[in-house]
């Protein structure tokens, strides 16, 4: 069982920076790949980014490109999504996510699934006023 904690969310400012962390539970972290998704009122629930077990592939929706960023600390059992440059748009409960199914020969359709991940946090709001 993996249990995942997210936090750093909040209200800001259009143009303003913040970074989300989730913490897991567990041994193994450092095998898991990783995902933040986002859902926002009135909306499905969109994948945002994921970075492999070792950090070596980093993945984002088109949306994010150039502003998120997702970094992991397997030492800390944590991974990052560094927000910058927030728009009003980006308003959402940001969720993390944890695949810890070994997968190979996988790319950005795959880590971009919400079924390709097996345990999911509580999220945490990120309101982006204008």
């Known amino acids: 069982q993996v249990q995942l904690v997210e936090s750093g969310g909040g209200l800001v400012q259009a143009g303003d920076s913040l970074r989300l962390s989730c913490a897991a539970s567990?041994?193994?972290?450092?095998?898991?790949?990783m995902g933040w998704f986002r859902q926002a009122p009135g909306k499905e629930r969109e994948f945002v980014a994921a970075?492999?077990?070792?950090?070596?592939?980093?993945y984002y929706v088109d949306s994010v490109k150039g502003r998120f960023t997702i970094s992991r600390d397997n030492a800390k059992n944590t991974v990052y999504l560094l927000m910058n440059s927030l728009k009003p748009e980006d308003t959402a409960v940001y969720y993390c996510?944890?695949?810890?199914?070994?997968?190979?020969?996988?790319?950005?359709?795959?880590?971009?699934?919400?079924?390709?991940?097996?345990?999911w946090g509580q999220g945490t709001q990120v309101t982006v006023s204008s």
């Open positions: 567990g041994p193994t972290f450092s095998r898991y790949a």
């Open positions: 996510a944890a695949d810890t199914r070994p997968a190979t020969f996988v790319g950005t359709q795959y880590y971009s699934a919400s079924r390709s991940y097996d345990y």
């Open positions: 970075i492999t077990s070792s950090a070596g592939r980093t």
